[in-house]
């Protein structure tokens, strides 16, 4: 699609619906990094977010990733892509298609650590009054941060691990593995619709090892472009064991699941446990 005078071909942006609205004049703050700038605070640990004003009601709202690789900022009123379809008034969040940068760090991610990113990340771009933002990443999520306590991580993240105090049913495997099975609260419907932003963790596996539970592996829903797709992972770097289409249940995964839990007992009897 032709951009500007000058004759060049521009990428085109959709936009993205998100459940909030950045006021169209307040500007936001970019928050990247790890470093811990309030260590007496309770755990307030930074990390990279982007901060905004709520339309609605001037709440202060709050942007994090799923697989960020990369972010940056810079002025300007408007974006530099084509928009298309045509925007509404409250759109603000897009993803670009056809990303030269996206394809600049898939090739050096390639390059030094062997990393694909064109398959699994987006390029998304945040628009404000005076400047916007950009993000790779594999996904995005928006909630409402405590204004008291901006660097606490969220209460409730489809990234974070589920809460022990929920029901778990526990298991032992043909190969003498125990583990438990908890299910994430929230309904199909509710996390097919979170999904289309972020990965959902539907399910999570913990081994039961010396008398202590930890994860061993999830399942984890996603849509993109309308297509939903269900994932069995083991915590970084493990990778992906099995991968269902739609919404799959525990049973889906049976095969890669026991493979996986007969390789921890040849591993711990190897070890003399």
Known sequence: MMGNGAGQLRSAARSV????????VAR???VYGALDL???AGGDDGY????FIVAANSQLGRVTFEGLDAIRAARGELLPYDINPPRTRDDWVFTVDDSPWLGERHNYEMQHYSTPLAETHQHYAFEFHD???EAIAEGIWLDIADPARPYARPARHPLAKLDPGLPSDRFRSASGIEWELRHAPGSDAELISGSRLCSQRLCQLNLILDGHSREGASIWLRTRNGHTVSRLARPWPGGELGRHEGVAHPEDFEDPWEAYLASVAQRRREMGR
């Open 17 to 24: 619906d998100v459940p909030l609205t950045a006021d169209s």
């Open 38 to 40: 309030a260590p007496d």
């Open 48 to 51: 990279t977010a982007i901060y």
């Open 28 to 30: 936001p703050r970019l």
């Open 131 to 133: 400047e916007f933002a």
